[in-house]
Each structure stands twice: as C-alpha cells, then as structure tokens.
C-alpha cells in the first residue's frame, strides 16, 4: 500500500517562495503521474501540476512561469519550488500519484493522495 506524505508548507509573504516535497512510502509503478493540487476554502480541488516518470509536464494556466515540477524516481519522490507567490495560491496543497486518464490496470489503485500541507500567502 502506498502513501503519500507531503511537506514543505507554510506562510510567506507575497512574491516569496516555498518548496513542497512528497515523499511516497512505496514503489510508485512507473506507469503513474506523480503531481500536486491545491483546494482554497470554497473551492474544489484543482489541478496544478503533473509529471511523467519520463519528466514530461503540465501546469495550470494560473502558475505557469512561477511554480516547478520535479520527480526522482529512484527516490519515488516529487517536489513543487513556488515562486513569486500570491495570495490567491492560498489553499491546502495535496501530492497525487495516478493512472494516466482513461487507463485503468488490474491490481492497481486508480489513484493515491496525500494528507494535504497548508500554504497561506499573506503579508
């Protein structure tokens, strides 16, 4: 059984940065995306980046430029570096490790999630 423990969060003041890392308990199948999300208070949860094992990506619109995605597959880590941080990234940041959309394996879990790590960008 997998899990996902996340950390790295916290409170910074607008145009800073912070470094969130997931570390995975288990192997994680190469097959998997590894990647992170984020829901504000009254939000759903949405997307902000993913990565392939292979090291391709894919970010929201909204963090484009600011945030970075990296994955160490021999560590089955993964780690999100936000710069130029602003309030509206205030939310609770999950890790994510899934299936690629519409690919469904027997004996794996479709998906896993962390337990969520809080980042508030305030002054």
């Known amino acids: 059984q997998v899990q996902l423990v996340e950390s790295g969060g916290g409170l910074v003041q607008p145009g800073g940065s912070l470094r969130l890392s997931c570390a995975a308990s288990g192997s994680i199948p190469s097959i998997y995306r590894m990647g992170w999300y984020r829901q504000a208070p009254g939000n759903q949860r949405e997307l902000v980046a993913t990565?392939?094992?292979?090291?391709?990506?894919n970010y929201a619109d909204s963090v484009k430029g600011r945030f970075t995605i990296s994955r160490d597959n021999a560590k089955n880590t993964v780690a999100l570096q936000m710069n130029s941080l602003k309030p509206e990234d205030t939310a609770v940041y999950y890790c994510?490790?899934?299936?690629?959309?519409?690919?469904?394996?027997?004996?794996?879990?479709?998906?896993?999630w962390g337990q969520g790590t809080q980042v508030t960008v305030s002054s």
């Open positions: 990565v392939t094992r292979g090291g391709t990506t």
């Open positions: 994510n490790a899934a299936l690629p959309p519409g690919v469904r394996i027997a004996g794996l879990q479709n998906d896993y």
